[in-house]
């Protein structure tokens, strides 16, 4: 039952009292299920709450800034920055906790980005910045260096945001907030060997202050298990466990660390084939194992750790829950009908993905040819002639017409023999007429007879 079908239950209240409770457990309700992502269900309930009725200055404006992130789109972000603008004025009895603050301030950041007010966030949240500076786990900080690189890049995303957002990260190479966004920008191009390299940047620049505070966010759980997954994708496995094996051993020494972290460390090492990484994977479970004994991965990580190495676990396993309850569901006679598949390993498995990769050439795509554009008596089925851009005599199905046509056609082919003649290797010459390998009417004698044809006219 929730806190709203409670209040209206009860006996003890009015019904004008119920109203006043029921108004801010309503305002609180929306911002759940904007949080849940179910935005349907909270624009239902925002519609339903009169934020005129709500007493509270500040509740009123919590209900103004809900309503409008319940919308799954803004169609007129102008409108929603002319509402929360012109909002009543808080009294200084009515302050927002801290937590409301900020997510306030976020909320009017993006708003200012949707109607194009890069330069006034920019300034805005330089300020921020430069009063807290980075780096740090802050939801909050990292939400305005994000804004900041948003309104530099003008809210655009691809190459063109990387671009722009590229200089700020030189500028703040400590910035975790910026760091993450540059990452994911390059997750969104599939650049997934860029992304590990930018937040290699940023975990080298963290290992190499002196700062405690520093050291803390380097090994922060969610950077941890974001490099993590980048080498996961990439199949770097001796980097994911080198990367665990320096978050345990940072962790392990610290009064409070992470659980979390601790056993997907201890599950990771646990994989390798390092005496040294599988000695942490024992040291990280006993410790988890004697914090909290009634812990299942605790336990079991404790069991499988010190399986090979002794043989007095046998006591801890029966804590555990036996092989055939968990069994139990699994069709073995299905299962061995259905065949053991061939599994490579992951080297194999990545070069045989490579080479199918080479191979597959993409296949162009085919061009639209407007119909205005092709001839009348086109048929789609025929495939087009591929030499009918060339001129009409170059084409290889010309015949020339005519004797003459023929003839010249003829003389013009290379490597032909002409016609009338056959070629004389050995005697040097060939024509019509010739004999013994001279040609009629040549020779000295030839010229003195037509000098005295020519002088017997005059």
């Not at 109203?19 to 339903?48: F, M, T």
């Not at 801290?98 to 194009?116: A, G």
């Not at 997750?187 to 963290?206: D, F, G, Q, R, Y």
Request: hydrophobic share 35%; net charge positive; with cysteine.
């Amino acid at each position: 039952m929730s806190l709203s079908d409670l209040c209206k239950a009860s006996g003890d209240l009015s019904d004008d009292e119920k109203v006043a409770e029921l108004l801010p457990i309503q305002v609180q309700q929306v911002y759940v299920l904007n949080r849940l992502g179910k935005l349907a269900d909270a624009q239902d309930l925002a519609s339903q709450i009169s934020q005129k009725d709500i007493p509270d200055a500040s509740t009123q404006h919590v209900a103004q800034n809900n309503s409008i992130a319940a919308k799954d789109s803004i169609e007129n972000p102008y409108m929603a920055h002319r509402l929360l603008q012109n909002t009543i004025s808080i009294p200084e009895k009515d302050r927002f906790f801290t937590f409301q603050l900020d997510r306030i301030k976020e909320n009017d950041l993006i708003l200012d980005l949707l109607v194009s007010k890069y330069n006034g966030v920019i300034k805005s949240t330089d300020r921020t910045l430069t009063s807290n500076p980075p780096p740090s786990i802050s939801s909050h900080l990292n939400h305005i260096s994000v804004l900041n690189a948003a309104a530099h890049a003008q809210t655009r995303l691809g190459n063109f945001g990387i671009k722009r957002i590229l200089p700020l990260l030189e500028k703040r190479p400590l910035d975790v907030g910026l760091a993450m966004l540059v990452v994911q920008l390059y997750i969104l191009t599939n650049n997934h060997v860029s992304a590990a390299t930018a937040l290699e940047s940023l975990l080298k620049h963290l290992e190499s202050s002196d700062a405690t505070d520093h050291r803390d966010v380097r090994f922060a759980p969610g950077l941890v298990a974001t490099v993590v997954s980048l080498y996961g994708l990439q199949g770097r496995k001796s980097q994911i466990t080198t990367e665990l094996a320096k978050a345990a051993s940072y962790w392990r020494h610290k009064s409070k660390p992470p659980e979390s972290l601790l056993q997907a460390a201890g599950l990771g090492l646990l994989d390798s084939s390092d005496p040294e990484d599988q000695a942490t994977a024992r040291d990280i479970f006993a410790t988890l194992y004697q914090q909290d004994r009634t812990s299942k991965i605790a336990t079991a990580g404790y069991v499988a750790a010190h399986a090979l190495t002794s043989s007095s676990v046998a006591d801890e396993a029966k804590d555990l829950t036996p092989t055939s309850r968990l069994i139990a569901g699994i069709d073995v006679s299905a299962l061995e009908e259905a065949g053991v598949p061939h599994t490579k390993s992951s080297a194999d498995a990545q070069a045989a993905s490579r080479k199918r990769t080479l191979d597959e050439k993409p296949k162009p795509a085919k061009k639209r040819v407007r119909k205005s554009r092709l001839p009348k008596d086109h048929d789609p089925t025929k495939e087009p002639d591929p030499e009918r851009w060339l001129p009409l005599k170059e084409r290889s199905s010309y015949r020339p017409k005519g004797k003459k046509g023929r003839q010249k056609a003829a003389g013009l082919t290379q490597g032909g023999v002409e016609k009338g003649g056959e070629s004389a290797a050995a005697g040097g010459t060939s024509g019509k007429g010739s004999e013994g390998g001279v040609i009629k009417g040549s020779g000295p004698g030839t010229a003195n007879k037509a000098k005295n044809k020519k002088k017997s006219k005059k």
